[in-house]
């Protein structure tokens, strides 16, 4: 589950990486939180009397377009705001005939902590892309006597990354052995197992995780915490009961990890899932569908949006230019000029915005919620397949 925040960062990723530059002439500026934001347009006006020496009279156009547009948006500014700022600024015209100096820029949703002038044939973007995979990551170990499955659980995204077997339960053969003596066998036999998964956790999650929760079917899993056979800085949150000690068992135990990780984005999206259906079954306060939830939001009856990130329809905007008629609908259709339904002439396609940031941007103006459903869990895709990927929570229920 994506906050308004997430979204828009992984949005303006998504869209200037489609851009690339002939030559050097893309600028990335990268301002940190508390910096001086009158020190980075000092430093930008001394970029743009060094612009003079580029060579390609083109490129030195573009990019001294390009941080004039970035120096004036900046005066703006009193001071850099909470987080620190993105701004991104260049020709991103495809046609090499033509020039579209264009600019944008983004308040991140955590505070950048460096300071970065780029200019290249792309924006650089590596700061946000680290930024959009920052949130809180948890270990997760299923285990019994015989494999134990290690995984990193971070957003919505679940990473098996170790499994391993366990012979210690084999039969011993007796021979001439003592009964105390194969039982010693298999001691060590369960110790170096014990052994084995520590040193697993040691080398996937140390320093990689905010902490583990353990689980699995029998004992095996209080023997191997009360052993602790990892580093001490690896802390255990929790210990809870499944029944498997594979990938489901992974997905079980963080099912039933609710109360330990109570921020961790996979619950929560599994939780306010679980709830919409619970709503939608018994007729209760949600809604479904296109249609029905785009009424919802005009009239005001939407208390929270659900849009799942794996929605594919666009919203278009037509004009008819005889009548002045206008015209939107959402479609997963490429946008082609259609008929007026008023004069029969054709309508022009006067714009086409994905319909999940038209979805928000109406769902705010009116004070609404929204929450974007991942499609990385089975029960974000259970949304997507099920309902469409649009529903909605509602304040009260119409009587008709």
């Not at 998504?14 to 301002?31: C, N, P």
């Not at 970035?70 to 991104?88: C, D, L, S, W």
């Not at 991140?108 to 902590?113: D, F, Q, R, Y």
């Not at 809604?287 to 799942?308: C, H, N, P, Q």
Request: hydrophobic letters at 35%.
């Amino acid at each position: 589950m994506a906050g308004e925040k997430e979204y828009g960062l992984k949005k303006m990723v998504r869209t200037l990486k489609a851009f690339s530059g002939s030559g050097t002439q893309l600028i990335s500026v990268y301002i940190p939180a508390g910096y001086p934001i009158h020190e980075t347009g000092g430093k930008l006006r001394e970029e743009l009397s060094q612009a003079s020496n580029i060579k390609s009279k083109q490129t030195r156009t573009n990019v001294t377009d390009a941080l004039e547009k970035i120096i004036n948006y900046m005066k703006m500014f009193r001071q850099t705001p909470e987080n620190g700022i993105a701004i991104f600024a260049g020709n991103i015209s495809d046609n090499p005939a033509k020039t579209d100096i264009k600019l944008f820029s983004l308040e991140p949703p955590s505070k950048l902590n460096v300071s970065i002038y780029r200019c290249d044939s792309r924006f650089f973007l590596e700061p946000l892309e680290r930024m959009m995979g920052a949130k809180d990551s948890y270990g997760i170990i299923v285990l019994d006597g015989r494999e134990a499955t290690l995984a990193i659980v971070k957003g919505t995204n679940i990473e098996v990354v170790d499994r391993l077997i366990s012979h210690a339960h084999a039969k011993v053969r007796k021979g001439g052995q003592s009964q105390r003596r194969i039982e010693r066998l298999i001691e060590e036999s369960i110790e170096k197992y014990y052994k084995r998964i520590g040193e697993s956790v040691d080398k996937h999650l140390l320093g990689r995780v905010k902490g583990v929760v353990v689980g699995g079917p029998g004992p095996t899993k209080e023997f191997f915490v009360k052993m602790s056979p990892f580093n001490y800085q690896i802390k255990v949150m929790g210990v809870v009961d499944t029944g498997y000690t594979d990938d489901f068992g992974i997905r079980e135990t963080l099912s039933k990890s609710e109360a330990i990780l109570e921020g961790q984005e996979a619950v929560k999206e599994r939780a306010l899932v679980e709830k919409f259906i619970k709503e939608v079954v018994k007729e209760g306060l949600a809604t479904y569908g296109l249609k029905e939830v785009m009424e919802a939001i005009a009239t005001k009856r939407a208390d929270t949006v659900l849009v799942s990130e794996g929605l594919l329809f666009q919203m278009v905007e037509w004009k008819c230019s005889s009548c002045s008629e206008a015209l939107s609908k959402a479609t997963k259709e490429e946008p082609k000029p259609v008929k007026c339904p008023k004069c029969g002439s054709e309508m022009e396609v006067m714009g086409v915005v994905p319909l999940l940031d038209y979805l928000i941007e109406n769902a705010e103006g009116k004070g609404i919620k929204m929450e974007i459903i991942s499609t990385n869990t089975v029960e974000g895709n259970q949304f997507l397949q099920g309902f469409g990927g649009i529903g909605a929570f509602l304040k009260y229920r119409t009587n008709y």
